[in-house]
DNA sequence: ATAAATAAGTTAAACGTTTAACCATAAGGG
DNA sequence: CCCTTATGGTTAAACGTTTAACTTATTTAT
């Protein structure tokens, strides 16, 4: 039963069925409770296609991730669910795998949406850009880009790695090694200067068979454990990860081998994932907040899509000292 | 820039171009040139909306859930992820956070979806029965619920605990405790009446101030703990937990309290979520095939969508000994 | 040579809403 | 009593596709 249809038996027009339904006063109560009543037995279809055809909008918004794994973006997604409601938009997760087949392919190469909010480095410059070209606002949070459609939210990956290099001198801890994330990734390579910066700010020298590439991934993290534990005479006394999945894997894999942690070696990762505050021994991590990020982000893209003016953002990150770090 | 001012710039008719855009071999090589020779140089925004609008249908299914807090669903969504794929269809996924204002409820509603996977007690019946009855197929992970365009796919709760009771019992356990879970929901009904059953098969007596309900969260298997610290000369030798959340709870806060576990209380979770086997120790637990479980919720329902003969379904369960149960 | 089939287009209806513009009728104001 | 305003409704266009049905020109088969 649609519109159309609920119109005849209730001897009125669509234009007059419309308006009850969209609760609009132009309409008696008598009409009104009439067409409610047919509605009531009858059942109404809406058709969402129909209106986003006419209104050329649907208030959603996607959020477009490389996948569900990890919890990472748990937190993120609070703020942004808080955001959407307050803001009267809704929001659907889509993955990028599965490249031009993926939904979140989909979701914005077919203007599904109002608007995106990206954290999927996997999806192109140039898709994005084809996005925003086609009128689509797109918030990143994982690059750089500029388009009068995009804007960008960054961590200030330095201030944290910074304050973690801090504590580590302030306890003596020189030989720092490191693991970095798939290159590839704008947040790996910030990170990996930030780390270059901060070491040379105290005038550390840098080891370059104790800067590992990893994916991000806790085997990447195994890997380094492994490879360090080779070496056993010439250790280093921390290593930062680029983030919180490799330090665990590392962490594990250490432990598993009997080094002691802090007392050998300090752990420290990146992200502060739920899960880093129960390993043993907890995971000392540069944070930053992700609810606050998520909020951020859906209020900028909303304002975005209502033309309103939007400036670029820089999220801080903090060192969080636990128990895998001296 | 449409398909309409697209044939303008071309000199073809509309027909023209959708055929182009669609790789329908009713157009000479030569039009179809020129016409793409014009997309590329002026773009084509596609409307999808019209489309659907048209055709009645968008290839897209929605996983709905409560939250995308808990890595529980990670492993579910890589078999949703594969299945979707392969069978021509994309996926999103939505919450129910916000009621009638969620964006689960707002893709079924207004039937933005060819199909929904539910996996969010919060969704009442009702809700689901009204978008089945618009012809909108759905999957129920969560619950049992009769109509044509519904089908169910449960777990079979009773195994996964009988197995647990029955190697308790083999290591001469005996008084053993259970925590439940909200206790509307349908799997955490079925968990306590299989812990019931279990018990019975074995002659157990059921100490009543034993049996504690919970919400599925952490916060709970504190609370629990602390009850049971409160009693020490009279404490269970284990604790079945209706999920990991709470025995992770549970378990962390025994330990806080140096009680060794398994020696002295055995714990025991459900759902196998990832950071169980993270934790120390590890956590034993009720395990079920989740990817399995994603992959047939897809294909199920797409099989539904395409009016193919489905039926409800059953997926084991097992119980997965580690190190938090003797 | 003629009929039949194919190729390459076009025309126009349809999908189900929304909403500006229009039209009556009734009520209120002077 | 006339003019204005409010109330409650209708009409019809528009949103941008898809696709069955039709047309015309060309090729193939007999």
Redesign the pocket.
Known sequence: M???ELAQKAG?????V??V??GK????S??RNKVLAIIESEGY???SA??D????SNKIIVICLESLHGSFFNELIDGIEQAAIKLGYNFIVATSFGGTKSSAYKMLSERRVDGAIILAPILENEFLLAAAAKNTPVILLDRELNHPNIRNILLDNISGIEQAIDELVSKKITNIAYIGGIESHFDAQQRLSAFYSSMAKHQLTINKSWVFSGEFDQASGKRVALSLLNNRDKCPEAVICANDEMAIGLEQTLLAHNIKIPEQISVIGFDDIVISRYITPSLSTISYPKQELGYLAVDSLIKLIQKKEVTNLKIRTSFIKRNSSK
């Open positions: 649609n519109i159309k009125v027009s669509v234009a007059t419309s308006y339904l969209n006063n132009k309409v008696s008598t009409t279809e809406f058709n129909a209106r055809l006419k209104k050329q």
